[in-house]
């Protein structure tokens, strides 16, 4: 999400999740209490029945069966002590939903967490966020507030809540990331898949999910399966929350219709609609006319419910240049702890980047894209990989335009939400000719950014942000110490740790 910011609410039919937000900046613990009442603590059986008969799914993303989650943490337990860890990270620029809970209605996502702790009899609650950020200290709030009141039940009395607040990185919300962040390690995916329910938080037995998910528990338990199947479909029963345009956020009942989310917003489809987030899919403007907002309505239109994210590009800018930013962006989010992501992806950025400078080709786009789909060590390249493939089909005409005249004609203006550090400056590698002896290792490491002439000798082109950490890397290689790394607006670089000092690195 885009930082401090505090998201503007709107719905569609009964508020639910955002219930007493028109009159409430923020509910504190009485005024949730007085809206929401005293859960009541349910067991294990009881809570797995009732999320078993409405189909509560995860509303991180990957929308896996909540019930599913609870039996395999349960199961993979025995007698060893559980945990329930609250996914509030929310990496995504695009997405505003979590932050929203967290800011404004923080106990929904406490009760639903501490009614799975309770049926689970974990020893603890954990709220891993984004550090630094309004949403860690309102939930960290809400937790004094409850502590404050001394009006804790039994359940809460002996459940902890911890809140962890980690760096605002797209990855740091996959699910490996998130664990190993809290357990103090860097937060990003460990390479070799792990699951949560087997050994998450301090390697114990841990049921991981988003904050969306606990709060729609809380909210279940409140109305009952019937209650809660009041709205929506019959197969996605209760209300959904979507992060629109990244500014605001909109609470729908399951089958609302895409257009009447976007007119409640003001929103023109225009060229087209991001609809699943960064990791999700681009829908034309024929297509999002006619869709549904629910896991069904979506996939069949081609897209996918993903984190509730909706992204309307409008008819202002240029979308295929508004996808290569985006492109560029999730490349240089990478953990680059494998060949898709270290290599991959900023290969897939500069044949996009290329497409908007009317250069290269769609061949090479989707060339690009199968060398790195289904071969990370994450899901990262291949959320990646869908976005710009369902940019080249959204946008073929524009794409033919680029090829045709250089330009669709109209200006990036930065439509999608991207943080401020995206906007960094090109680099440029310089070479001191007093050293340099044509060795020709900067090339092979750089070979996009590198040319060498007859004699071996090198001359530069400007390399891009993502990829100035393999920039890096070709200077700390260098065998005569002949290369530095220079930003193209004159700010000096840091010294690389790994050059001595007067390597001729800036």
Known sequence: MIPHTVPQVLRIGPARLTAGLDHCRRLDLP????????PVPRDLDTLIAEVDEVDLRGRGGAAFPFARKLRAVAEASGSRERVVLVNAAEGEPASAKDAMLLIRTPHLVLDGALLAAEALHAKEVVVATAEGEVGEASIAAAVAERRAANIA?????RISIRVVGLPERFITGEGGALVRGVNGLEAVPPGRKRRASESGVDGLPTLLSNAETFAQLAILAELGAAGYAEVGTEREPGTLLF???GSAVVEAPSGTPLIDLLELCEAEIGDGVLVGGYHGAWLSGEVAASAELSREGLRLAGGSLGAGIVVPLGESTCPVGEAARVAAY??????????PCRLGLPELARTLRALTEGSGSTDSVRRAVRAI????????PDGTARFVLSALDAFDTD???????????????????????EEEPEYRLDVDWTRCEGHGLCAHLLPEFVDLDAYGFPS???????????ARRAVEMCPALALRLARTDGTPTPASPLRLVGSGVT
Do not use: D, N
Request: a positive charge.
């Open 460 to 470: 530069f082109r400007a390399v891009p942000a993502w990829m100035a950490k393999e």
């Open 243 to 245: 992060s629109v345009a």
């Open 373 to 380: 789909e289904r071969r990370g060590a994450c899901f990262h």
């Open 153 to 157: 039940g039994a359940s809460e009395s």
């Open 330 to 339: 999730l490349a240089a989010q990478s953990s680059g702890q494998c060949g």
């Open 31 to 38: 005024a949730h209490r007085t809206l929401h009442g005293e």
């Open 399 to 421: 794409i033919a335009l680029h090829l045709e005249h250089g330009s669709c004609g109209r200006p990036i203006r930065g439509v999608l939400p991207l943080p401020e550090a």
